[in-house]
Every structure is written in structure tokens, then in C-alpha cells.
T-cell receptor
Framework: DGGITQSPKYLFRKEGQNVTLSCEQNLNHDAMYWYRQDPGQGLRLIYYSQIVNDFQKGDIAEGYSVSREKKESFPLTVTSAQKNPTAFYLC??????????????FGEGSRLTVL | AQSVTQLDSQVPVFEEAPVELRCNYSSSVSVYLFWYVQYPNQGLQLLLKYLSGSTLVKGINGFEAEFNKSQTSFHLRKPSVHISDTAEYFCAVETDSWGKLQFGAGTQVVVTP
């Protein structure tokens, strides 16, 4: 079945460590996104990519990095510079970069806990 | 810049009763509006969307929403809820920034027998 796969589902990290969250999609979607979810705050956009080898910062990009070397993959690295990384991270994709209304398709999320 | 306000953080409701979740947005330009649902420890799933045309939009699982441009609202309704509707619901707005949705803080719906 087509969809978005995020891994790992749960991740624990010590302070000062970088971690990378994986996001793979087989929907042939051009655009991919990373959101962070905290209780009572909704979803906030970290980074997004409309095409391969190109990506833009979202609203809360500080302390995060991404790459888009393949259409199917959009990994997110949470660096040690992110001051409060404990959160639920959601990857999403949308069908194309041509224009209006990208309905987002979401993965099941990765929950990161910093010990 | 647009913002999205979901007026209720939690809505308790009895099974088979109706429910309305309120969403207001602020934007001076044309908008596209969405409602998503999130079950515990899962990603979000699209319930319905308004792009243009009829202001009453029907979605999955018996949900519907009405776009009111003058009141800048997009409230979600269901006439009779089930236990399985217990979830968090997010309203989202997209304007001219293609693909970039602004999400509300979410409304937790708790359905009890």
C-alpha cells in the first residue's frame, strides 16, 4: 500500500546528541514536510521541500536540519542545538508542486524523548 | 499572515449526541480550509476540505463543515457521534503560501456512553 513511513516510532536521546528521524514515501509526491507537535500547540512547520535537492525553513527551523537527495526520502536531524527537542514529529507529503491546495498525507509520527 | 483559532480545547459529548467544533481564521486573502483528525499516537487524516464552491462541505465519517466568509469561520459538525470519534481535531488554513498549512491548537473530543 502507498503511504508514508516514519521510523523509529519511539526514540530516546541523551542531551547533546544528534538524532535523525527517517521519512520515506511511495506516493510519488513532490512535496514533503516536517512538523513538530506539542500538547496544546497544534502543529508547527519545521522544514519543507517542494522538489529534490531543495528545501526551505518553516516557522521553527532552528536546531534542525534536513536533506532531500531522493524524491522518496526526507530525513530530519534534530541537533544538539535544539533546546527543547522532546516532542512528537510528523512527516507529511503532498501531491505536487504545481499549485493550489496540497492536501497533506501524514506518517504515523516519531516520538522523541530527551533524557 | 494568517492565524487559526480553535475556540475549544476539549469538548466532552455523549454518544449519539451532536457535536460542533469551532474554528475561526484571520486572513485578508482567499483561503483553503481543512479539518484533520488525529487518533492517539497516530498521524493526521483529512476529514474534509473547502477549496471553492458550495460553502457546505461533507467529509468522511459523517462530518460536515460550513465555510462562512463574513464570519471567517469553518465550524465542523456531526449530528450523532460514536465512541470511535474520540480523537483530536485540527482546523488548518492555507493561503497563498502553497502547501504551507497553518494549524489550530486542536480540539480534543471525548465521547462517553
Amino acid at each position: 500500500d502507498g503511504g508514508i513511513t516514519q521510523s523509529p516510532k519511539y526514540l530516546f536521546r541523551k542531551e547533546g546528541q544528534n538524532v535523525t528521524l527517517s521519512c520515506e514515501q511511495n506516493l510519488n509526491h513532490d512535496a514533503m514536510y516536517w512538523y513538530r507537535q506539542d500538547p496544546g500547540q497544534g502543529l508547527r512547520l519545521i522544514y519543507y521541500s517542494q522538489i529534490v535537492n531543495d528545501f526551505q525553513k518553516g516557522d521553527i527551523a532552528e536546531g534542525y536540519s534536513v536533506s532531500r537527495e531522493k524524491k522518496e526520502s526526507f530525513p530530519l536531524t534534530v541537533t544538539s542545538a535544539q533546546k527543547n527537542p522532546t516532542a512528537f514529529y510528523l512527516c507529511a507529503s503532498s501531491i505536487d508542486s504545481s499549485g493550489i491546495s496540497g492536501e497533506l498525507f501524514f506518517g504515523e509520527g516519531s516520538r522523541l524523548t530527551v533524557l | 499572515a494568517q492565524s487559526v483559532t480553535q475556540l475549544d480545547s476539549q469538548v466532552p459529548v455523549f454518544e449519539e449526541a451532536p457535536v460542533e467544533l469551532r474554528c475561526n481564521y484571520s486572513s485578508s486573502v482567499s483561503v483553503y480550509l481543512f479539518w484533520y483528525v488525529q487518533y492517539p499516537n497516530q498521524g493526521l487524516q483529512l476529514l474534509l476540505k473547502y477549496l471553492s464552491g458550495s460553502t457546505l462541505v461533507k467529509g468522511i465519517n459523517g462530518f460536515e463543515a460550513e465555510f462562512n466568509k463574513s464570519q471567517t469561520s469553518f465550524h465542523l459538525r456531526k449530528p450523532s457521534v460514536h465512541i470511535s470519534d474520540t480523537a483530536e481535531y485540527f482546523c488548518a488554513v492555507e493561503t497563498d503560501s502553497w502547501g504551507k498549512l497553518q494549524f489550530g491548537a486542536g480540539t480534543q473530543v471525548v465521547v462517553t456512553p
